[in-house]
């Protein structure tokens, strides 16, 4: 496995959770980090804090507040990292809104429309929208990668109807992306983590008494982002989904506690 020292990377939706543990493990292979995400400041769920947590890992981390769910804004990210350097290596497309309430459960009919575009619209049309604008600057990469942050919800039932829609719809963007991105020489890869022990997930387990003994922690998903990323031959990939528990065992990762969870998320199909 290689080190990503020297790469500029952007990780979006980097506050917490999931983004968060890819871009600290970014950090933790020397890359620069672009964070991205709404909340700011000096709690323990900011970007601002997460930048910080990536600059003590051995990257450098760099906050720049973003509502996924506005065009302009996210048009406003990518200039503004533009101004900055010339070019970016890593684009991690991660940001997600989860609905509140959160859509477990019932049927569609009991959920407000507007989880469809809690879920689709910033778990997928956002996505690529980020992705518009960070081309020019990928292409001005020696060796851009793109790595979409998906679900196992993308092939059988999780949560709900409009959570499969959202995940099912970036597996497909994600390889059609490929197919796109191949002439350029940038591989477009997705990523399923497995049962991830989120801030969110943790909240929920401390009110119902949920054992997360063999969950995945944010940080062991983004080591095998970053092992992914940093692997060679990654165009070999391209348009591929990569399951984290896969990564986890061919490029021995263990977790911040020493630990490397067994629990998958779903039954794969084929």
């Known amino acids: 496995m ?17 983004g ?17 995400g709404r ?56 940001v997600y809104k989860i609905p509140n309430p959160p859509a477990w459960g019932g049927g569609y009919w009991d959920h407000p429309i507007q989880v469809w575009d809690d879920q689709v619209g910033i778990g997928l049309r956002a996505h690529y929208v980020a992705s518009w604008h960070a081309a020019q600057l990928m292409f001005a990469s020696a060796g851009a990668a793109m790595l979409n942050v998906s679900s196992p919800g993308g092939q059988s039932y999780h949560f709900s109807s409009s959570y499969g829609a959202g995940k099912a719809g970036l597996d497909r963007l994600t ?29 929920a387990a401390q009110e119902q008494g949920m054992d997360l003994s063999q969950s995945q922690t944010p940080l062991l998903v983004g080591r095998a982002a970053a092992a992914l990323l940093a ?40």
């Open 2 to 18: 290689g080190n990503l020292e020297g790469k500029i990377a952007v990780v979006t939706g980097a506050s917490r959770g999931i």
């Open 20 to 36: 968060k543990g890819i871009a600290l493990a970014l950090g933790e292979q020397g890359a620069t980090v672009y964070v991205s």
């Open 39 to 94: 909340t700011t400041g000096d709690g323990e769920r900011t970007i601002d804090t997460t930048a910080r947590q990536v600059t003590e890992a051995g990257g450098e981390g760099r906050a720049i507040q973003c509502d996924h769910g506005d065009d302009n804004q996210i048009k406003a990210l990518f200039e503004q990292i533009g101004g900055a350097v010339d070019h970016i290596d890593i684009l991690v497309n991660n």
């Open 175 to 203: 390889k059609d992306m490929a197919v796109e991105l191949e002439p350029k020489g940038i591989p477009a890869v997705v990523l399923y983590p497995g049962s991830v022990s989120t801030e969110f997930i943790q909240d």
């Open 231 to 270: 692997s060679d031959n990654l165009m070999a990939r391209s348009g591929s989904i990569q399951w984290v528990e896969d990564l986890v065992e061919e490029f021995d990762l263990y977790d911040e506690n020493g630990s490397r969870p067994t629990q998958r998320y779903a039954q794969r199909q084929s």
